[in-house]
């Protein structure tokens, strides 16, 4: 097809790339005298209806898109050659090559320059992902990564190219669902025909490994559908758990969205973490539940226990004696009741707490909550919830501090057993999850805790005991 004029318009200079029913050519608009790329979608025997779906969606698409790191939209035709039927596409030349060819040719990336090329597929997706409806691009691969030359300490300016898979969420909720993408690069949801914007993210990370490795996706080892390319990398263990929740399997603790994976990647994070992976004790009651950008643990009440009895026995004894007290000094001739009645208030207070005391050991619960924005931790019984200490904002956070159980001397000489204690110190406020009234009194379940949560907060566990 060189120098074949399509369009009365384009004249063919070379043929970039084919595949079934599909070819991509370079072509120079001779109107402009511009270089273009004209995407074909041949009528053959291999013709299926799905291909031109996908093929009118794509130009739909690029139409409606306007950025200046995607290709353009320029035209839009019928092609009715001899030799030739079918319909062409045509889209603004970028003069640089993919990712994989740079692969190919043997060139390397450092750390730097991947996350370069992270934030700016990243910012691009923030683009699609933020349209009404949101585009998303289900096909991005090494091959759909254009990379201009260095520049300084750039990598290169980044594109992204080919949206022939290209969903809105909008038709994805309406329509049938028609499975793309390319394996290896693809979550476990994509699978299904079902996509969102996370299912880019996933994609954008599969593509950083194939970078970070050299080795195609498909071609690392898995376990439980997660892709094991630590051994293959000599990354930071920052940048190492970062590509972790970007190929999450679960949708729950991937990265949701690009801003999210963005400020994940800027934020800086210590590389002294705990070495040691301490996991849940058996037998345990309290709910971890984590993803990129929230931490909740859910400490539940002890249950009956023999000991609680003595409580519940005293509460209602000490409640019944000032109800008794109260309805004496009220039955007492205005205003002399008065006095007797508001001396009976402190008793009321000190009976309520005590009841509650004893329904919170049996129904009661304490949550820690972490999110971008704050740290929580309340007591929660049914419908009521209370914040002790008060919400403070999360970038307060400064210390994670585990104290393992020791032993100290009274007073008096006597060895005195001091349990385990884990709190967070963010500003003025101690958020304590260990050794306080209805806290966690188990070791094990600390321990267990405090590493999870220096983990998540990047944090190094601090132990005033030196141990």
């Given amino acids: 097809m060189i120098g074949e004029i399509l369009g009365e318009r384009y004249e063919v200079q070379q043929l970039l790339g084919k595949k079934a029913g ?11 005298q511009e270089l273009v790329v004209i995407k074909l979608l041949s009528f053959g025997g291999d013709f299926e209806w799905d291909s031109l779906k996908l093929f009118e969606r794509e130009a739909e698409t690029l139409k409606s898109l306007s950025h200046p790191l995607i290709p353009h939209y320029l035209n839009y035709f019928e092609v009715n050659l001899p030799t030739l039927k079918g319909f062409a596409l045509v889209q603004t030349y970028i003069h640089a090559q993919t990712l994989e060819q740079y692969l190919q040719t043997g060139r ?9 090329i992270a934030k700016a597929v990243l910012e691009i997706l923030i683009y699609l992902h933020e349209l009404h409806p949101p585009a998303i691009h289900r096909d991005i691969k090494p091959s759909n990564i254009l990379l201009g030359e260095r520049s300084g300490n750039s990598v290169g300016q980044i594109y992204l190219v080919d949206f022939g898979s290209v969903q809105t969420v909008l038709g994805a909720e309406t329509g049938t669902r028609t499975v793309v993408g390319t394996y290896g690069y693809m979550p476990q949801e994509q699978f299904g025909g079902r996509t969102v914007p996370a299912s880019d993210i996933y994609s954008l990370g599969a593509t950083l490994i194939y ?17 094991q390319f ?19 399997p ?28 301490v996991g849940k004790p058996d037998g345990s009651k309290i709910q971890l539940i984590k993803n990129w950008d929230s931490l909740e643990i859910i400490v539940p009440s002890d249950g009956f226990h023999p000991s609680i009895i003595f409580t519940g026995l005293f509460a209602i004894a000490w409640n019944s004696f000032i109800l008794f007290w109260t309805i004496g000094a009220l039955s007492a001739p205005f205003p002399v009741n008065i006095p007797f009645a508001l001396f009976s208030l402190p008793f009321w207070g000190a009976g309520f707490f005590m009841l509650y005391k004893f329904i919170f050991n049996l129904f009661g619960r304490i949550c820690l909550r972490l999110n971008p924005e704050q740290i929580t931790l309340t007591r929660e019984l049914f419908a009521w919830k209370f914040s002790r200490p008060r919400p403070s904002p999360r970038q307060s956070i400064t210390k994670l501090v585990y104290i393992p159980k020791h032993f100290t001397k009274d007073s008096e000489g006597t060895r005195v057993a001091v349990p385990a204690q884990l709190y967070i110190l963010s500003g003025v406020q101690k958020y304590q999850v260990g050794a306080n009234d209805g806290g966690i009194k188990s070791e094990a379940e600390l321990e267990w805790l405090a590493h999870e949560l220096s983990d998540w907060l990047g944090l190094p566990i601090n132990n005033p005991m030196g141990s």
Avoid: C, Y
């Fill in 22 to 32: 599909r070819r991509t050519l370079l072509a120079r608009d001779l109107q402009t």
């Fill in 211 to 227: 970078l970070v490795t050299g080795t195609h996706p498909a071609d690392l080892p898995q376990k439980d559908f997660r892709i």
């Fill in 108 to 116: 390397t990336f450092t750390e730097v320059e991947i996350k370069q």
């Fill in 250 to 277: 679960s949708l729950e603790r991937r990265f949701s969205s690009a801003a999210g994976a963005i400020a994940a990647l800027d934020k800086p994070q210590p590389t002294n973490l705990p070495a040691l992976v």
């Fill in 230 to 248: 630590e051994q293959a990398a000599n990354l930071s263990p920052s940048f190492t758990n970062w590509l972790k929740w970007m190929i999450e």
